[in-house]
């Protein structure tokens, strides 16, 4: 009996290495490995498919060319690598996520390969982290299987040589000439013989150089030989100067607006400067009119910075017995506010004050309102893109009526914009600002066409400075040819006239005409030819790095420039370098220049004839002082590849 | 007495062992019998699947047999990569006009089913369908299935899905932002800066496109209202360049949102010219497509045209 127990144990134990032989010969066998085989060839197709469809659309290419730039701007410091990192991560995200199913996770890395041959890993782009799109993909370390392909791709143009030059121009360190506006706000009031005393004060670059500095002066004034008791620019009388243009003709309320123009530009300074006036009218207000500006024409280096926090201040503005202003501004097209304020201070108030922003009233008061107004207000509700207009009272009107003695705005009172958001500043271009005067007569409504040039230059902001001997509404239209007009700022009351109104972009079109109209809707009330349109477009500032070159000298090279469009050469700048011909088929930093000039050759030229910046063929600005970049960089061969390109995809 | 007891024991003893013995070679036989049954299963689904990628990489990656087939010369072997003699196949990148002519009756059936079934090895499958899905952004629209059967009947479904490039539309002609002070082009009658005017693009339609592909007029709406009026004529520029009134030809239409086909309009081996008068003050965009014939209405748009990537997709049912 015990043999046959330790006979069957025997047997029982003897089996049991058997069974666990037939579980794992059916596990290995079975659906598992079976299934996990197809799943791994399907993710292999998918990973194989998506390059070979990336390749034959140009995109692996593109990436290469992208990722080349990006390492570049690293390596130089330069910060717009971060936008170009960016591009390459949109490029990815539009191509691929598409492609590859939700219920897949997928990732893109780009190997470079260091001067020594070994490699790098960059930018390894994962939808584990969620920079690549798909909320629902799977995460690499949870998946159970996993493939990978990758392609070799050239960073810039393939079979080329992989020692040379490659360079690129900039016009980073461009120096320009550029105009810039100051706007005088309306504002007063003197009442009777009682003066109003105004105060701005303005910012200049403080590498500016001025070369052109022209005042025009609208107010409503007495006699400006006898009540115009002080007007100085940098604490210098320039009264002197003043040609009136449009003379003061008698006391009436409609006869005692003057306006006149005069030089000064040896008064104007880099940095802060600050422009006095004191005058009175013996019967009326006396206050500024629309259209009182400094236009000054200056070279500066270009800035490239905008700020997230903007501040608009308000003039300093005297007036006896009441004080007024207007204060306008604009907010970008596409900028998305965060938090407006109003600080406002003023003093010496008797009777009433009212305070408005577009229209909507801020704060009031009727009656023993107390002798100081000291507030700050939360105005967002109020603000919009484009023209924003805050008016100020305070008293105002002469002592029979209203206020008693002297009311002050203080130049401390502000408007201060906090943006959540701006437009983004399109990388690659500089600004260029241009100033068209109206001309013809005076009318009301008036009307007035302007041709702006290029075939593909933005245009990135545009203002109206419209100019009155006399004001009471304004209703701005603007248009492109074959387009509608679209009402662009409308006065929602009576002396809401600012002196400066933005037309949205949009509106204009560049390679076309437009056209502006002004109405004054309160009265019959001409603008003046001397009203102003001022237009800033964007020009292409930069050329990427071209092909390999076997040369990098860069000679120097004459540039003509026809800035007034008339299509004749204005004159001519040399672009220094090595004494030589000029080669853009040889060497790399000649290709770079040449290939910078075509892009800022933006006017079509009719009959022109020779390449870009040549004298029957100018370009479109002046180069004054062009600072281009370009430089051989032969010694870093991993620029221009090979670079591996790896898609990896799990389940 | 005493040695028979014994052997009852002995026997009783080995009846007892045997038991356990039977259970386990029973419940082995069992378990080789379902691991092979399961196996067979795992083989068979496999073979399938497997056969149905093979197919997907003969037909996004080889031209077919011949090279250059249609729906005239049909293909032996399935194949939709583009070929062209100068520059050879180029996998993965799919001629329209091959994909376009798979709905075309040929001996046995239509063209995808027969040739389909060749590439799966010559088995008559319940259920077919070949798909074409635009795989960006701006191409949802993109969708062509040819299929035959129904997809809930089917017992067992093999799919491959895969990735190629298709080219299904080409703009031929061009004309953007038609208005009634469009300045970009030089009308063919009239004056550039206002009052009535004509503008005119040329294209060119080569002897037998007509046959091989369906061409359309579409027009879009940009901005404003417009009451454009539009049309086609065949043959030398300063045909129908109207400006004095009257309509062009049967395709003269205010709305601006067209999408007709034009083919009876067209005329092989011959310049063909779009005109379009401008009214109102809006802008609108016209176009002339080409696309494979028979492709339909739906997808004629211009965001799809050029080569754009999707994914093919083959589902076999049985």
């Known amino acids: 009996m ?14 049991i290495p058997v069974f666990i032989l037939m579980g794992s010969v059916s596990i290995l066998s079975g659906g598992e490995a079976i299934h996990l085989q197809a799943q791994t060839m399907d993710l292999s197709h998918w990973t194989g498919d998506a390059l070979a469809v990336l390749e034959k659309q140009g995109t692996l290419d593109d990436l290469g060319r992208m990722f080349a730039n990006y390492t570049k701007l690293k390596k130089d410091g330069d910060s717009a690598w971060q936008d170009e990192r960016d591009n390459l991560l949109t490029l990815v995200n539009t191509t691929l996520s598409p492609m590859i199913p939700e219920y897949l996770g997928y990732g893109v890395d780009f190997w470079g390969q260091y001067p020594n041959g070994t490699e790098y890993i960059d930018l390894e782009f994962t939808t584990d982290n969620r920079t690549l799109a798909g909320a629902e993909r799977p995460y690499e370390n949870e998946s159970n299987s996993i493939e990978a392909a990758a392609k070799l791709v050239s960073g810039y143009e393939k079979e080329k040589p992989t020692k040379g030059c490659i360079a690129r121009a900039s016009l980073i360190d461009l120096s320009k000439t550029t105009t810039k506006v100051v706007s005088f706000n309306p504002q007063g009031s003197g009442w009777g013989i009682n003066n109003v005393e105004i105060e701005k004060r303005f910012e200049l670059p403080s590498d500016a150089n001025i070369t052109n500095a022209t005042f025009y002066i609208s107010i409503h004034t007495g006699d400006p030989d006898t009540e115009l008791h002080e007007l100085t620019v940098n604490g210098m009388d320039m009264r002197d100067r003043i040609s009136w243009t449009y003379p003061w003709q008698g006391t009436g309320i409609f006869q005692s607006g003057a306006f006149g123009v005069a030089s000064v530009t040896n008064l104007i300074t880099p940095g802060t400067n600050s422009v006095r006036m004191v005058f009175e009218h013996s019967n009326f207000h006396s206050h500024i009119h629309p259209g009182m500006r400094l236009e000054i024409t200056h070279e500066t280096a270009q800035s490239q910075s905008t700020s997230m926090t903007q501040r608009f201040y308000f003039d300093s503005t005297l007036g006896r017995t009441g004080a007024w202003q207007t204060l306008d501004f604009y907010i970008p097209q596409g900028a998305v506010v965060g938090a407006a304020t109003l600080y406002l201070h003023a003093e010496g108030i008797d009777d ?30 109020y603000i919009q893109n484009g023209t924003n207009v805050i008016s100020a009272f305070f008293d105002c009107y002469g002592d029979s009526q209203y206020g008693s003695g002297t009311a002050e705005i203080s130049n401390s009172s502000y408007v201060e914009i906090q943006y959540a958001s701006l437009p983004q500043t399109t990388y690659g271009y500089l600004d260029f600002t241009k100033v068209l005067q109206f001309g013809g007569s005076s009318s009301d409504p008036k009307e007035t066409s302007f041709f702006i040039p290029g075939t593909h230059d933005p245009i990135s902001e545009a203002f109206v400075h419209m100019a009155q001997i006399y004001s009471w509404e304004l209703r701005l239209q603007a248009w492109a040819q074959g387009d509608s007009p679209t009402t662009v700022f409308e006065s929602s009351s009576p002396r809401e006239v600012p002196d400066s109104v933005f037309i949205d972009p949009q509106i204009l079109e560049s390679n076309q005409t437009n056209y502006v109209r002004a109405t004054d809707t309160g009265c019959a009330c001409d603008f003046l030819p001397e009203s ?14 071209g092909v390999v070159f076997d040369d990098c000298t860069g000679h120097e090279r004459t540039v003509y420039y026809d800035v007034d469009e008339d299509e004749v050469a204005d004159g001519s700048n040399l672009v220094s370098g090595s004494a030589g011909t000029f080669n853009p088929l040889l060497d790399g930093k000649d290709n770079a220049l040449q290939r910078l000039l075509d892009e800022l050759n933006t006017y079509e030229t009719a009959n022109a004839s020779g390449v870009s910046g040549s004298e029957f063929n100018p370009i479109d600005i002046e180069l004054i002082d062009i600072d281009f970049e370009g430089e051989g960089i032969g010694d870093v061969p991993y620029m221009w590849g090979p670079l591996k390109i790896r898609i990896r995809i799990w389940r | 007495m005493t040695g028979g007891t014994k052997a009852q024991l002995f026997t009783l003893d080995l009846l007892l062992a045997l038991i356990p013995l039977t259970i386990a070679l029973g419940m082995s036989a069992n378990a080789i019998s379902g691991v092979a049954t399961q196996v067979q299963d795992y083989t068979y689904w496999y073979s399938y699947h497997r056969m149905v990628n093979d197919a997907m990489d003969v037909i996004i990656k080889t031209p077919g047999e011949p090279p250059d087939w249609n729906s005239i010369n049909p293909p032996t072997t399935l194949g939709l990569a583009n070929y062209t003699n100068t520059s050879g196949v180029g996998p993965y990148y799919l001629d329209s006009r091959k ?23 010559n088995e008559t499958f319940p259920y077919l369908s070949l798909s074409f899905l635009g795989a960006t952004e701006n191409t949802t629209d993109l969708s062509i299935t040819y299929g035959s059967g129904s997809r809930a009947n089917a017992l067992n479904i093999y799919a491959v899905e895969r990735l190629a490039l298709l080219d299904i539309e080409k703009i031929v002609s061009i004309m953007e932002e038609v208005g009634h002070f469009e300045t970009n082009a030089t009308p063919c009658c009239g004056n550039p800066g206002g009052g009535t005017r004509v503008y005119n693009e040329t294209f060119f339609i080569s002897s037998g496109d007509l046959s091989l592909y369906d061409y359309w007029l579409y027009g879009e709406l940009q901005s404003g209202t417009v009451t454009n009026k539009y049309g086609i004529a065949p043959g030398l520029a300063g045909t129908g360049c109207n400006c004095t009134g009257g309509t062009f030809n049967n395709l003269d239409n205010p709305d601006p949102d067209v999408k007709k086909s034009i083919d009876t309009e067209l005329v092989e081996n011959s310049d063909n010219i779009l005109f379009v008068r401008p009214k109102g003050n809006g802008q609108a965009n016209y176009y002339i497509i080409r696309v494979p014939v028979g492709t339909p209405s739906e997808l004629i748009l211009p965001e799809i045209a050029g080569a754009k990537p999707i994914k093919v997709i083959l589902e076999v049912g049985r």
């Open chain 1, 2 to 15: 015990s043999r046959a127990f330790i006979f069957t144990m025997d047997a029982v134990l003897a089996l």
């Open chain 1, 532 to 545: 102003i349109i001022e237009y800033t477009h964007l020009i292409p500032s930069l050329v990427p790095f």
């Open chain 1, 352 to 381: 009433r004050y009212s305070i408005e922003v577009n229209g909507n009233l801020v704060a009031n008061c009727f009656s023993s309102c107390a002798i100081t107004y000291d507030n700050t207000s939360n105005i967002k509700s």
């Open chain 2, 99 to 121: 994909v376009g002519a798979l709905n075309a009756s040929i001996n046995g059936g239509l063209l995808y089913q027969v040739c389909l079934s060749r590439l799966l090895g």
